[in-house]
């Protein structure tokens, strides 16, 4: 079973001459990890021109955002169904930085479904501002998951790909603990199982936040995840090529 890796490049680089050569490193990085499924996430504009000139079957291409409408006055958005014809497989949703910027989680549950209705599978991501002893980042946790999937139905929720990201732990080096992880993750899938039954075990969750080459072997062997959504290590060809090293030989 192969381990899933999101490289979200958020707005990098500035150039697509630049993105180019990050794509091309990317590619070289992941000849040498063939357990890895790679999903790249670059900025909209470069998501055509990277998708078409790629000929291979190991990368995937996710959009960072996108409207749950199919069209309409919406100056400046794009929609999935327009994502979709660039390239992308794959759609990043409620993501923090989407979320601070007003993303709400009613916004999270049309998208998921407007991803699933046109074939692109979601990536709903989910997690606490802040951590607090009375465990209440618990039920900020199930509020969005359980909103997030509100509509999918039970033959589709499997194709759902959960990532936590503690919020709190995004944009360092510091990673929350694997114990915690864990138990983070038996709550994001007893949180589905509750509502689809069994098959909620085949929801695949992922980890999000100051992932790096550092803290992914233990993270993988102890926090009972499938993967990462990277962040700014993934503009890093060197780092990231590293990151992907270690995930494969964990395999």
């Not at 990085?29 to 291979?56: D, E």
């Not at 359980?146 to 080096?173: C, F, H, Q």
Request: hydrophobic share 45%; aromatic share 6%.
């Amino acid at each position: 079973m192969k381990s899933i890796v999101v490289a979200n490049w958020k707005m990098n680089p500035a150039s697509f001459k630049e993105a180019k050569i990050l794509f091309e490193a990317t590619k070289k990085a992941m000849g040498k990890s063939p357990s890895v499924s790679l999903i790249v996430a670059p900025p909209a504009i470069y998501l055509r021109a990277l998708s078409a000139n790629y000929k291979g079957k190991k990368i995937s291409f996710a959009v960072q955002n996108a409207h749950f409408e199919s069209n309409g006055a919406r100056t400046g958005e794009i929609s999935i169904a327009q994502a979709r014809d660039a390239g992308a497989d794959y759609i990043l949703i409620g993501h923090s930085e989407r979320r601070a910027a007003g993303e709400t989680n009613d916004d999270t549950r049309q998208k998921v479904s407007a991803a699933l209705a046109l074939n692109t599978i979601p990536i709903l991501c989910i997690g606490e501002a802040e951590r607090a002893s009375s465990g209440e980042h618990f039920n900020i946790v199930a509020e969005q998951l359980l909103t997030g999937i509100k509509d999918v139905a039970p033959a589709k929720i499997s194709k759902v790909i959960i990532a936590y990201e503690p919020v709190w732990a995004i944009g360092g080096e510091i990673t929350m603990s694997p114990r915690d992880m864990h138990t983070m993750a038996i709550f994001i899938r007893k949180t589905i199982i509750g509502v689809y039954g069994d098959v909620g075990h085949k929801v695949k969750i992922l980890y999000g936040a100051a992932v790096g080459e550092k803290n992914a072997a233990v993270m993988m062997k102890e926090g009972d995840v499938r993967g990462f959504i990277v962040g700014h290590v993934s503009t890093n060809a060197e780092r990231f090529t590293a990151l992907l090293k270690i995930i494969q030989n964990e395999k």
